[in-house]
């Protein structure tokens, strides 16, 4: 940092002697001199204030120069500085008064002003060009009111040079002037000392605003508000650099004239935070709910307002004075009549160049809004908006980066202000818990992962928290605090080196204090062993019914068509395959022949290997044989009649064959295993559906399955099922695999090849799932700040220790949901959750994936239902009731979410509305929570934990486990889907806009918006289906499906034509980009629904309007009356 120098005197101005003290500045008379004009009564101590009457007088050159465009205020020019610092080495002795122009003679208005009836604007531009001629010292204004006051030793005139010269105002238009100082010109905030002036270290930075002179000339210029200037915050004082650090800058030591200069490093001897250009130009920042202002600076406090966020120990508006300046005065921040809130201008001004990113605002939060409930249709649309803002106070990271926090989809909370106490969560009622997606997919347009690839990874050593924008450098930059523990920790050596280049870096460039998602790659001490390559171990039955269904022989093309996209950088990439029926079956694919040997093993009781090796082989180098393979499968079998299964002694076997590396096996399972070890039997039984005892079918029938999943888990093996079969296949037990291993499941009902649109759907999703670039060997923890803890966890890992989660692979797009609990009350202001994935990468590189989360603390009810988030909320809840519902029993997982509702409702009501007691018409609750009740609803119609004897086993335990799996952008339309109008929706939808293929409106989930004759589109980003009434007219079945009357249309799961008219490839787009938008690979089949067409489709169409009534759940106006009758009867 180089300080900056003095600057040349100007032409006509003498500086006194370094040791010498004058009371005036040279060539200006004493007042009461012959031929003085008397001045104004009195000096501001604090700089120009308008006139009462909101005149603007003449441009005054004092004080620093107003902001330009919202940005900052321009710092003084070194040659003002220099003017400016001699003249407060001269203390005054008395009041004086500056003697206006002899040549510009202004008359006193009535009010104390001083200058003419002309517009403001124009006097202005006509006194300043006079000023610029004559070199004139500008006249001080007069004080409001034409009160005496005490002379102030900060305060000097300043003259005006000649024109062109270096001390010149120039025009506001010019495009010179800057809204910022140039970088490294002052920083922090104080300024640069002068040789000469030892005083000047003890000074305090110049002086309170510039009139508005500098306003932008093509607007009409505003009249300042008498208290607004009155009312400023001052800066603090600034201290002998030998004397410490202040705040986080020391003063710039004196350099001599003309010597050389040396750039000094900004850390870490010297900087402990990050400044902002905007900061370089003295601006002070603003008084933010929830933080303590720095030391010395002035906090002003609006009278019966109160910090937003909860601080412990904070002393709320401390008011005093500073040497040099004016102290405030009574009813400072209090607000005239139709006069902004000077603390919420100041809170805009502080980040008026700071971007806040998605999610993270430093500003305050708008007031609890208030929405009724019943008599409405709910106002679907905010199921898009985004959660609550993040209302972090000022300062909070320490870089300004808008990426700081944490972006909804990869991790959000269920309440993004944090209560205090656990006294105060259980009084909300709301849960508490993260909803995390450490890998969802990236698309086209968003922002790859940063990725630290220096492998210097500074953790606490105490808690192991990673560096993260939330730390604080302390001791000049050489040690940061932890947001987590508040250890100190040295900075590692090389933080602010590139070992590469050979050079320094800008440490606030650097990814793992900007972002908040990050990913180092991982150095050898983070390994047990060399990193492992990605297996794939399919596992395929080829029993007469899988071969009958086509499955096989789809699952062959597939994967042979998918060789070239299966993740293989580095060429380490190993398959192998394994077929099984009565028998497993093995093949050696590493053959001289290029054939494939295929290798037979009976035994069933105990599985073994034929070989030890060439079982799996390198994907590069057995590519001919495996595509031989795979070409012949569906011949090979085609002719077996063997209905038998033994899926158990063939994942013995699988697993023998993976666990010394570790991978993933894929099993294709068409038939109930029926053999050895892990053999299961038909357990549907229809008498026990819709009762209590149906959650038996929904969980486990064999422990083998849970046993064998923790020992691949142990291994780093991964089970992923895809199931298939036109009966029973008990998806409750064998989905336990990819349960305990961090695998998926994917299920086919009904499943035959014959439809394309089968084959079809099988094809795409195990095509993009062999696609995916997936996480491999990963453990997962989660760490909280000192009072908070991890309390249960849902969804596909193995819980290894309290807070480690094991997880063999972790798929793209795949959600994890966790529960916190409290162990001691929060004395902090800011909370910080922070998410650490070490998995291996699919290039084979060792990494480290690290979510952080900063979020505000809070002490009052009505920032935690201000704060909260209904999706992150209701993912949470679908969770939970998807646990008790196996655990328990289904009706309990039922109650437990309409209690939920109740209780949420309920404390609101009490608590946040004027009618706390008694019973009310309507029923209340924020704007933020509106749709907690529909979605509580779609939850309690939906396949999952919907009541009634029609449902499948299979069926709800695969809902299950999409409602514990998904992530929120999927989940959410899986609950509650989205409902469109075809016929008539306008013309650019369909079509390609700014942001891709633009979409219709959706409308409530209600048959009322049916019609007779329209085109209805319903999508749960699962399945699509496609209404069409029966009185539709000739040309819309031609325009969409190519047939000249509604007769003529085939109902059920189909796949739209592709015609020439416009109509049919507007709706093929927005079937399109449906199956697209939802962020994994689940591909939605179509399903043409005729308004008296097949009535299980027609039903199955209709359960998903979930504002209707459907048996034996309630409408959504009929279940708001219910809980409006609890909460009206209930004590919260």
Partial sequence: MRPAQAAPPRPGFRPPPPQQQQQFPPNIPRPGTPGQQPGPPGNNPIGYRPPMNGQLSPAQNFGPRPPINGGMPRPPHPQDQNQIQNAMRRPSAGGSSLPPSPSIQRPPMPNGAIGSQQSPLLQQQQLQQQYMQQGAPLQRPPPMGGAQRAPSPMIRPSTLSQPGSPGMPRPYQSPQIQA??????????????VPGSPAMNQMVPPFGPMPPFGQNQSQPPTPQMPHQQQYQQQPPPLQ????????????PTPVAHGGAHKPKRMYPQGMDSYQDPASNSGFQPANIPGIPPPPGQNTLQPAGQTSQFFVPGEK???????????????LAGQPLAGQ?????????????????????????SSQLSTVALMGAAPRILDLEAPPPSINLPANSSITNSPHANCDPSYKRSTLNAIPANSQLLQKSRIPFGLVITPYRSVKEGDEPVPVVSDSIIARCRRCRTYINPFVKFVEGGQRWKCNMCFTLNEVPSSFDYDSQTQQPVDRWQRKELNHAVVEYIAPAEYMVRPPQPLVYLFLIDVSYPA???????????TILESLDRIPNDEGRTKIGIITVDTSIHFYNLNTASQEPQMLVVSDLEEPFLPQPQDLLCNLKECRPTLEALLNRMSDMFKDTQSVGNALGPALQAAYKMVSPIGGKILCLQAT?????????????????LGTSKESTLLQAG?????????????????????????????????SCLPRYTGGSTFFYPAFTAAKSEDALKFAHELAEFLAQRIALEAVMRVRASKGLRMSAFYGNFFVRSTDLLSLPNVPRDQSYSIEISYEDNLTIPIVCFQTALLHTSSSGERRIRVLTLALPVTNTLSDLFLSADQVAIATLLANKAVERGMNSKLDDARDALTNKCVDILGVYKTHMTASSSGATPNLQISDNLKLLPLLTLGMLKHVALRGGSQIPSDLRSYAMHLFSTLPSQCLIPYIHPRFYSLHNMPENCGTIGDNGIEMPMPMNLSSERLERGGLFMLEDSQNIFLWIGRDAVPQLCMDLFGVSNYESIRGGKTTLPSLESDFNQRVNLIVGKTREMRRSSYYPQLYVIKEDGDPALRLWFLSHLIEDRAEPVMSYHQYLGHLKDRVNSGSF
Avoid: H, I, W
């Fill in 672 to 688: 109930l295993p029926n053999l050895e070890a892990g053999a299961l039997k038909p357990r549907e039984d229809p008498k026990l």
């Fill in 180 to 193: 910022r100082p140039p970088p490294g010109q002052f920083m922090g905030q104080g300024r640069p000392s």
């Fill in 240 to 251: 002998d650099p030998n004397a410490g650090n202040l705040g986080s800058m020391s003063t």
């Fill in 340 to 364: 902004p809130n000077m603390n919420q201008l100041t809170n805009q001004m502080g980040t008026m160049n700071v971007g806040p990113g998605y999610g993270f605002n430093t500003q305050a």
């Fill in 316 to 330: 709320q508006g401390s008011n005093f004075a500073q040497p040099g300046f004016q102290q405030a005065q009574p």
């Fill in 702 to 734: 064999s422990s083998f399955y849970k046993t064998m999943a923790v020992e691949c888990s142990k291994s780093q093996v991964c089970v992923d099922m895809f199931l298939f079969g036109s009966q029973y296949s008990d998806v409750a037990t064998l």
């Fill in 547 to 557: 071969v009958q269904c086509g499955m096989v022989a789809t699952a062959a093309t």
